[in-house]
């Protein structure tokens, strides 16, 4: 008798959406997923890059450490700017396709880290610049 019971309990249960099913529909398109990865790679090898300035700049490291530093954070937010812009490219791309809202939100995030990017670059770059010293 309570084996019954369990098997009527266990029937009335409702199915589990299959795991495949569920994949399909929350996936990025694999060369979007490629530049999220890379995008956040480059994210926060710049933030570590950029505290490893900070505290360099505190200790006192020589002045060719920190050039070298700096030439590195600025390589690495135009690699940022670069795969940022890309990604921000292909979620106009796949919000015209799909129509989805959750490409929208991608895009503004995209387009927030490309600014970041750009201006970091530029900050970074008009340091090393003033670091040289001018001379006429």
Do not use: W
Not at 43 to 50: G, K, Y
């Amino acid at each position: 008798m309570e084996k019954e019971a369990e098997l009527e309990e266990i029937a009335e249960l409702e199915p589990l959406p299959e795991p495949e099913e569920a994949k399909k529909t929350r996936r990025l398109p694999p060369l979007l997923r490629l530049c999220r990865r890379a995008t956040v790679f480059l994210s926060l090898t710049l933030i570590a890059t950029i505290i490893f300035f900070l505290t360099g700049n505190q200790q006192a490291f020589l002045d060719s450490n920190l050039k070298l530093i700096l030439q590195i954070i600025s390589v690495n937010a135009i690699a940022l700017s670069f795969f940022s812009g890309i990604s921000s490219l292909e979620c106009i791309f796949y919000l015209v396709k799909s129509k989805k809202f959750r490409m929208l939100l991608h895009f503004i995030i995209y387009t927030l880290v490309l600014a970041a990017g750009i201006s970091i670059s530029l900050f970074s770059l008009t340091i090393n610049l003033l670091s040289e010293g001018i001379s006429f």
